[in-house]
Every structure is written in structure tokens, then in C-alpha cells.
């Protein structure tokens, strides 16, 4: 998934307005939330058609994730992504 190209400057925008530390604990607080989304998807039934707080809070974390590729780099983070990808599929093609 890509930030539109209009919006791909405001990752870094908002890490240089409020800095690493602060971008860091946004960062745990909106996967927080995530987590929050998921587990009232999972208790509650009459949401199982509606998951739309696992939705918006994936969006915050998509764009938290955006800048964490800021402060320590896309290409490390890539990389990383590649070998978890590959592990998966070595695991799928072993079954």
C-alpha cells in the first residue's frame, strides 16, 4: 500500500514538527488502539459485519509505520519486510 503521491510528504512533515520521541509514543498509542479495534471486533458479535474501528485504526498505523520508515529508514524496514514475506511463503510451500 502507497501514500498518494499528494500526501507523501506529511509523514515526514509531522516527524520533523514533533520529533522522533513524540512520534514514537503516537506510534504505541495507535497500535493500542488497533489492538483495541480487534479485540471488540472479536467480542462483540453484532460488529462481525461492521469492522470498521479495525479499518480506521489500520489506517493510523499505516501512516505511523510511514514515519517510522522516516526515523529509521525505508530500505532497513524493506528489507526486513522482504524476509518475513519469504519465511511465510517457505512456511505456506512446506505444508
Do not use: W
Request: with cysteine; net charge negative.
Amino acid at each position: 500500500m502507497k501514500i498518494p503521491p499528494n500526501h507523501q510528504s506529511a509523514p515526514l512533515r509531522v516527524l520533523k514538527h514533533f520529533g522522533q520521541a513524540c512520534q514514537l509514543e503516537k506510534t504505541k498509542e495507535e497500535l493500542f488502539e488497533l489492538i483495541r479495534a480487534i479485540e471488540n471486533y472479536q467480542e462483540n458479535p453484532d460488529t462481525l459485519t461492521k469492522p470498521h474501528g479495525i479499518i480506521e485504526e489500520s489506517a493510523d498505523v499505516l501512516i505511523m509505520i510511514c514515519k517510522l520508515c522516516e526515523m529509521f529508514g525505508p530500505s532497513g524496514i524493506e528489507a526486513a519486510l522482504y524476509n518475513k514475506l519469504e519465511r511465510l511463503r517457505g512456511m505456506i510451500d512446506a505444508v
